[in-house]
Each structure stands twice: as C-alpha cells, then as structure tokens.
C-alpha cells in the first residue's frame, strides 16, 4: 500500500491544481482551483480549445475591454471547473476574486452568477464549492449564499476566531493553510520546527477537534502543505488539498498511515465552546500577529495572482477587437 492509497481511507483527498490530465492521473474525490492555477493552465498547448472558447464568450457579450476581460477570466473559470467534474466524482472549488474579501454584496453576486453558469453546463450546484476569504465580509456573504443551497469553501483561513465564526455561519467547508502558517513561525523563531511541534498542524488539529466536538456541519480541508509529514500528521482530517507534487511523493511513499485525526478523540478535548459577534471576531483575529499578517498577505497575493490572469485576458480580448 502506498501513503496516497493509506491517506485515502481516512480523508478525501483533493488535488491543488488546474492541470485536468494530473487530476485524472491521482484520482482525487474533489480538485480545487485559483487563478494561479489557471493561468498556468491556460499556456499550456492541452487547454488551449477552453481559452479559445472563453475568448470567444468574452467577445459575444461585448462592451468594454475591462468588462470583457472580466468575463472571459468567469468562463475560463467555469470551463476548467467543467472539465474537471467530468474527471472527478465529487465538487470542484471555484474562487471569487480576491478584490471583493471585503465586499459582502459583491461576493454574493459573483458567486450567483458562477453558480449560474456552472447550471448551464449542466452541473448542479452542489457539485460546485464557491471560493471567499474568511474575512468578516466573506464569512457573512457565505452565510447568505448557503441558504440558498450556493455551498462554499472559506480559504485563506488562519485563526480560530476565523473557524469559529465560519461554523457559526454554517459554512460547507473551510481550508486552514497549514504552510503558510508554519512559514511565519519558522521566520518568527529563526529557524526549522520540528515536526511534533508544527504550529500549522497544531491548528489545523485544534480546529477539527473543535468542530466535532460540538457537532459542526462544517468540513475541514488542511491545504497549503510544504512537506509530506504535514499531511502525515493530518491523515483523518475531513478532506486535504495536495499539490501535485506531494501527490507524487506520497504515491512513491509505502506504507500505511495511523489516522491521527479522530471524531472520538476529539470529544474529549478540552475546547470550551465560543460565540462570535462582529467585535468579538474582529478583536479575536487582531489579537493574533500570525493570522492578522497571514490573512491580509493572502489577500494581496491572491489579487496579485488575478492580476496576471487579468492582463492575460486583455491581451485575449485585444486581439477580438482589434
């Protein structure tokens, strides 16, 4: 048995990446997207009919360079995310762009329009999980969009307060960034940490006791991992996003692994249960340097990672109005 074959008896195992041939290889339950992923999707020659198509659905809805941009990169979205649901048997993660985190109204009216368009390709709702950063802003449009039956995945999550209101919220699932939060206590200390005492596991570990201690509908997915003892260490969580190359490793990898993350382990933790208002979020998360830097750090690369897809969708629809 290899640690990949091990890991999925316990966790669904998702993959971090907009290649459809990586995914069909590692056969994840579920795949999740961003615009980094899709750009470097877009350049490669495999794709080019799904960028040729966007450009042209851009070029059909007319008016503005900037607003045909904006649609092409929403089509390009959504033909990746149907492509991929043709290869994988459960739910892909589409993401609102990173300049609405703190727009409550925006978030929603792009998530319904994704929704909208995921319908006409003829996938339901619930195979789609909208993308928003666990800001105040996000959490609340989140709440919104699941009562509608809209599901949605709160990335860029790094403190408890952000858990604990995204549970209050009913959210369908949040992705805590196991690496990037080690990433600033190793800077922080000056040094490598060991594995027993990895801050990102540890709060990965603390969320997921939390939520199934006091019954929480909301999944767990531990993303951005930067070896393969993080995941290791987080075989039981709900669900995992990999990128492919620690899908690799841990496909090369033999042996089994003990599941670490356990429901009735959790119950007997030592987590009082906490209610959250807007203040009471807002002082939490302050109170946190890691999380504070972290969330607002994420944001900001996020955008940036949209921007470079944004002028590669200029550049497409340039060239249909030239």
């Known amino acids: 048995m290899t640690f990949l074959e091990s890991l999925k008896q316990y966790t669904t195992v998702v993959a971090d990446t907009g290649d459809i041939e990586t995914i069909a290889h590692y056969r994840p339950q579920d795949a999740t997207t961003n615009p980094s992923l899709l750009f470097q999707a877009a350049q490669m020659p495999t794709y080019r009919h799904l960028v040729e198509e966007a450009t042209e659905l851009a070029s059909e809805r007319g008016g503005t360079q900037q ?5 092409f990169i929403d089509r390009l979205f959504v ?5 991929i ?3 994988v048997p459960g739910r892909v993660s589409t993401e609102v762009p990173a300049s609405l985190s703190f727009d409550t109204e925006g978030t929603v009216t792009k998530a319904r329009k994704l929704i909208s368009m995921y319908a006409k390709q003829a996938f339901p709702r619930q195979r789609i999980l909208v993308k928003i950063a666990s800001t105040w802003e996000g959490i609340r449009a989140a709440e919104v969009l699941e009562s509608e039956g809209i599901h949605c995945n709160l ?8 858990a604990v209101a995204c549970a209050q919220a009913g959210v369908t699932l949040i992705s805590p960034f196991v690496g990037r939060i080690y990433d600033w206590y190793k800077k922080e200390r000056g040094g490598e ?5 990895d801050p990102g596991v540890a709060s990965v570990t603390r969320i997921y ?3 199934k201690k006091f019954g929480y509908k909301t999944q767990v997915m531990g993303a951005s991992f930067r070896n393969v003892n993080q995941i290791v260490r987080l075989a039981g969580c709900d669900l995992l996003t990999i990128s492919p190359e620690l899908l690799k490793e841990l496909e090369k990898s033999q042996g089994s692994m003990k599941r ?8 007997d933790s030592q987590e009082q249960q906490l209610s959250v208002d807007e203040n009471a979020f807002r002082w939490m998360h302050n109170e946190d340097a890691m999380a504070t830097e972290k969330l607002a750090e994420g944001i900001r690369k996020f955008n940036s990672d949209a921007h470079h897809l944004q002028q590669f969708a200029l550049a497409r629809v340039a060239q249909t109005t030239a």
Do not use: C, R, W
């Open 67 to 71: 607003g045909m941009a904006e649609e």
């Open 79 to 83: 033909l990746f995310g149907s492509e």
């Open 85 to 87: 649901l043709k290869v």
């Open 155 to 162: 990335t860029l999550l790094f403190s408890f307060a952000q």
């Open 193 to 197: 940490i060991s594995a027993d005492h």
């Open 209 to 211: 006791n939390y939520y």
């Open 260 to 267: 670490e993350l356990d429901p009735v382990i959790a119950y």
